[in-house]
């Protein structure tokens, strides 16, 4: 919920402030174990919810973009196979263990930093753009490896960058005082600076009232396939304020 009450019209901001920060961890947590294990039934869990904090908070291309995923991978739009496809192919694993998988998106950053590297350090009359792409593009990542190998057996290692200590320390010291005092609901009630807006419900409401009859209007069926028009998907939606309390399930109002 947006706030909690209690019997003398007080509420703890700073302990709802941790409630909300916790709400948006579980997803967020959620997301990256799904993500590093290729656990695709996970991530197709929390695309919903996605949707909710995009649209909550002004994000509204990405709630765009989640809307239509949700409506591939839940709805009758495309039958089981494809949507596991949709999924599967979202993720990549460059090492092919368990625990290695990573987003498509993210492997060809990666993949594009390497080849820039290549070319700032070659780049000659000869060895330009073009060369790059012939040559080089579809063995990047095997190179690296090779590279960092041979550097890792026979380059001399001179490291002279400040040490950083470890964080853990710290991070058990916060924790302590956070649980001694911040983390304990007062029922008299407790200002807070800084409070946490609840985007989950913003973000809720917003899809549940107007968002969903931009993204249909946009949407259009032909037969069994969903069109999306390029030149819509590259405009920016509107952010829509809340104008009731109603709710709703995406799927059903798909």
């Known amino acids: 919920p947006s706030k909690e009450r209690h019997a003398n019209n007080t509420v703890d901001e700073e302990f709802l402030s941790h409630v909300r920060y916790l709400q948006q961890m579980i997803v967020y947590k959620a997301l990256k174990y799904g993500i590093k294990n290729g656990d695709i039934g996970l991530i197709d869990r929390v695309i919903g919810v996605c949707c909710f904090y995009f649209e909550g908070t002004g994000q509204s291309n990405y709630a765009f973009e989640m809307l239509y995923l949700k409506r591939l991978t839940s709805t009758k739009a495309c039958d089981e196979e494809l949507r596991r496809a949709i999924l599967s192919n979202s993720l990549v694993n460059p090492h092919g263990r ?7 998106d993210r492997s060809l950053e990666y993949l594009n930093l390497e080849l820039k590297r290549e070319l700032w350090a ?8 073009d060369a790059l792409f012939k040559t080089t593009s579809l063995t990047g990542e095997y190179t690296v490896r090779l590279r960092k190998a041979i550097e890792k057996a026979f380059a001399r290692k001179d490291n002279s960058r400040h040490s950083v200590p470890s964080p ?69 939606t509107a952010d829509l304020d809340p104008a009731s309390d109603a709710m709703a399930i995406l799927v059903c109002i798909f």
Not at 122 to 129: A, E, K, M, Q
Not at 200 to 229: C, S, Y
């Open 98 to 104: 368990r625990d290695t998988w990573q987003e498509v």
């Open 168 to 236: 853990v320390d710290d991070i058990h010291t916060l924790a302590f005082e956070l649980a001694c005092d911040s983390i304990r609901l007062y029922e008299g009630g407790r200002a807070a600076k800084h409070q946490a807006p609840d985007i989950h419900t913003i973000g809720l409401e917003r899809v549940a009232t107007k968002k969903l009859e931009v993204f249909n209007a946009k949407v259009m069926r032909d037969e069994d396939q969903i069109i999306v028009p390029p030149y819509e998907r590259r405009r920016a």
């Open 122 to 129: 070659r780049r000659t009359s000869t060895f330009g753009l």
